[in-house]
């Protein structure tokens, strides 16, 4: 059973930065694409970043380009989250997730998800 364990949220004021790790374990191959989601109060799931573990090939969501960088230590079994000039609406429970659906920033293309840390940007 994969098993992906995020850290690393916390409360920040808008500008500021914070990292997230997302430990992934349990597998038996490593999964081909790892990705970031974030759930806000009231609103619906929304992809983040995708990283190919194999290809190394990125994606990002628009409201997030330039400011946030996905990336994977294949030693470590982790995948990170780089945020930088952070702003109150990137409020939300992120989560780790992989999957190998059609879409990578739809919810439905992932199949394992962790268990979520919260980030709030305070204005």
């Known amino acids: 059973q994969v098993l992906l364990v995020e850290s690393g949220g916390g409360s920040v004021q808008a500008g500021g930065s914070l990292t997230l790790s997302c430990a992934a374990s349990?597998?038996?191959?490593?999964?081909?694409?790892m990705a970031w989601f974030r759930q806000a109060p009231g609103k619906e799931r929304e992809g983040v970043a995708a990283?190919?573990?194999?290809?190394?090939?990125?994606y990002y969501a628009d409201s997030v380009k330039g400011r946030f960088t996905i990336s994977q230590d294949n030693a470590k079994n982790t995948l990170y989250l780089q945020m930088n000039s952070l702003k109150p609406e990137d409020t939300a429970i992120y989560y780790c997730?992989?999957?190998?659906?059609?879409?990578?920033?739809?919810?439905?293309?992932?199949?394992?998800w962790g268990q979520g840390t919260q980030v709030t940007v305070s204005s």
């Open positions: 997730a992989t999957g190998l659906g059609w879409v990578w920033s739809r919810e439905s293309s992932y199949k394992y």
């Open positions: 349990g597998y038996t191959y490593r999964p081909i694409r």
């Open positions: 990283a190919y573990t194999v290809t190394g090939n990125t």
